[in-house]
């Protein structure tokens, strides 16, 4: 009997001086004095870093004094589950959870750590950040003083700084949606350098591909960079229009010119001659010389064309933009061979539906309203390139336009049923609406990773 009390009391005796303990740990003072991140992707091994903010999912260690009996952890207001099991009295591991809130956390709260035990709380200010910006599309990469550029992506909210190429800097009239998709400004004048635009936003920097103002690589711009080829099978130099938006584009295309329309609408089912560059005799149309700029060995889905249109009316339904980086088209429009891969032929073209949804086969109609909007399809939508078994460089496209028996660059207006399955079919209509293009250029579309550290 006097054994087992002996072995009672041992047992409660430590119960005694964990609640004297535990109360004395409930108003010990708590102190933060570092935030380190928990980086087990760390490329130079340093897993442990000090850091001056985090992103959400992802694991920090919080460094101090006091922690012994914390209950809560608040981070931007959020109640954060922690395991108590994995803390000390000076250090505390917590994940940020992915629905802690953000830009929208209220004021007093956001960018704060909060410790919680039942008689004293210490706050931190420290920066918590969604995930890392990204960049998907930029609207206008060749754009004129005044016009409007909008950047699409996503965690883009509250963008404050844009830097475009040469360092050029906007602080001012930057607008960003709430929700992190899109932000624009108005282009400046005196930006003569090509690159990236940089943001700087909530969530940190996001660096656009270097194809912003990049005119290095033109096809054509029908104003003296590029010529223009004529035969039979062509619309001319005197069928191009003045930009009717006066923005100081120069000479642009209507694709169908007034000379075919002065005899009435495009028909159905038929094909409009096109516009073309000089090609083989004509040194602009040896695409090598674009290796100055963008390494032959760049992979196609790394390389674009780009070009500028203005559709000032809804387009939908009917009519398609054959695109081609060579003359030797033997069918037209979308689902046609010469879109495809093949073994047998140097296929380099591409048509462009832009009502089209190529995932499901829904139409919306396209326009732009009443302003120029920037296009880019990767190399790798182009015939043979969408064989993506094979790694095709940007060196293959210029290898197989100069092995062709015309190298001519050519765009034209196609107007084809349009098969999508065989329960998806579109049938053409006549076409009669006025559509503009401008500036065809190659550029480079390399993504650009930011680095947190």
Not at 227 to 249: C, H, I, K, Q, Y
Request: hydrophobic share 35%; with cysteine; charged share 20%.
């Amino acid at each position: 009997m006097k054994k087992y009390i002996y072995m009672l009391i041992a047992v409660i005796a430590p119960l005694f001086v964990s609640c004297s303990d535990d109360d004395d740990n409930q108003s010990a003072t708590m102190t933060i004095n570092k935030i380190y991140l928990q980086d087990v992707n760390a490329k130079d091994e340093v897993y442990d870093r000090e850091v001056t903010f985090a992103r959400l999912g992802q694991l920090i260690r919080i460094e101090g004094s006091g922690f012994t009996g914390l209950k809560k952890i608040y981070i931007n207001g959020y109640d954060t589950y922690f395991n108590n099991a994995l803390m000390t009295d000076n250090n505390v591991w917590v994940t940020l959870n992915k629905d802690t809130p953000v830009d929208k956390a209220d004021e007093s709260v956001r960018n704060t750590i909060t410790l919680v035990k039942d008689n004293t709380q210490t706050t931190y200010e420290f920066i918590i950040r969604a995930s890392a910006p990204s960049v998907s599309s930029v609207d206008n990469t060749l754009p004129m003083p005044g016009e409007t550029v909008t950047v699409y992506g996503a965690n883009l909210q509250e963008t404050t700084k844009v830097t475009l190429p040469g360092d050029v800097e906007i602080t001012e009239g930057i607008v960003s949606d709430e929700d992190g998709e899109w932000y624009s400004f108005t282009m400046p004048a005196g930006v003569t350098e090509a690159g990236s635009i940089t943001s700087e936003g909530a969530n940190g920097t996001a660096v656009t591909p270097a194809y912003f103002n990049n005119n290095t690589c033109f096809v054509i711009n029908f104003d003296g960079t590029g010529e223009m080829g004529g035969w039979s099978a062509t619309f001319s130099s005197d069928d191009l229009v003045d930009d009717p938006l006066n923005t100081g584009r120069g000479k642009v295309v209507q694709i169908l010119p007034e000379s075919l329309l002065a005899e009435g609408p495009l028909k159905a089912g038929a094909n409009a001659k096109g516009f073309w560059t000089a090609g083989n005799d004509n040194a602009n149309d040896d695409w090598n010389r674009m290796t100055a700029y963008i390494p032959g060995t760049t992979p196609v889905d790394s390389v674009a064309l780009q070009f500028d249109v203005y559709c000032p009316e809804p387009w939908d339904l009917s009519g398609q933009l054959e695109i081609t980086l060579q003359n030797n088209l033997s069918n037209y429009g979308y689902g046609s061979a010469c879109t495809k891969p093949s073994k047998d032929y140097l296929n380099q073209a591409y048509a462009w539906v832009p009502w089209l949804d190529r995932e499901t086969g829904e139409h919306k109609a396209f326009t732009t309203g009443n302003r120029w909007q920037t296009i880019t399809i990767p190399l790798s939508s182009f015939g043979n390139y969408t064989d993506n078994e094979t790694a095709w460089t940007f060196q293959n496209v210029i290898d197989d336009r100069n092995a062709g028996s015309y190298r001519n660059f050519g765009i034209l207006f196609v107007n084809p049923d349009l098969e999508f399955s065989e329960t998806i079919v579109y049938p053409a209509s006549d076409f009669s609406q006025k559509i503009y293009f401008d500036n065809f250029r190659i550029v480079p579309i390399t993504a650009v990773t930011v680095s947190d550290f």
